[in-house]
């Protein structure tokens, strides 16, 4: 079983930056993707940006330019940098990491753009 501990959210006004934060711990296979999804109320949730082990990254293209996920494999890490925050990034963001034996979430953490 993986847990995965996320960080950094909160409320932002609009064109602000946030910083999340999902460390995980507990899985005894790889970790091949680590990355993060939001959904907002009434909405389904969506991928937002994701690191795939070798470097590849993808990211939904309402956040391309805007946001960059990074990672530090050693401490099974990832990070979300949001920058030039909308009121449409508002929503709860969800780390996920997938390896062989499964598909793990975060608890979720809150983002509110709002001025």
């Known amino acids: 079983q993986v847990q995965l501990v996320e960080s950094g959210g909160g409320l932002v006004q609009p064109g602000g930056s946030l910083r999340l934060s999902c460390a995980a711990s507990?899985?005894?296979?790889?970790?091949?993707?680590m990355g993060w999804f939001r959904q907002a109320p009434g909405k389904q949730r969506e991928l937002v940006a994701e690191?795939?082990?070798?470097?590849?990254?993808n990211y939904q293209d309402s956040v391309k330019g805007r946001f960059t996920i990074s990672r530090d494999s050693a401490k099974n890490t990832v990070y979300l940098q949001m920058n030039s925050l909308k009121p449409e990034d508002t929503a709860i963001y969800y780390c996920?990491?997938?390896?062989?034996?499964?598909?793990?979430w975060g608890q979720g953490t809150q983002v509110t753009v709002s001025s």
């Open positions: 507990g899985s005894r296979f790889v970790i091949n993707i």
């Open positions: 690191s795939i082990n070798g470097g590849n990254t």
């Open positions: 996920n990491a997938r390896s062989v034996v499964g598909n793990f």
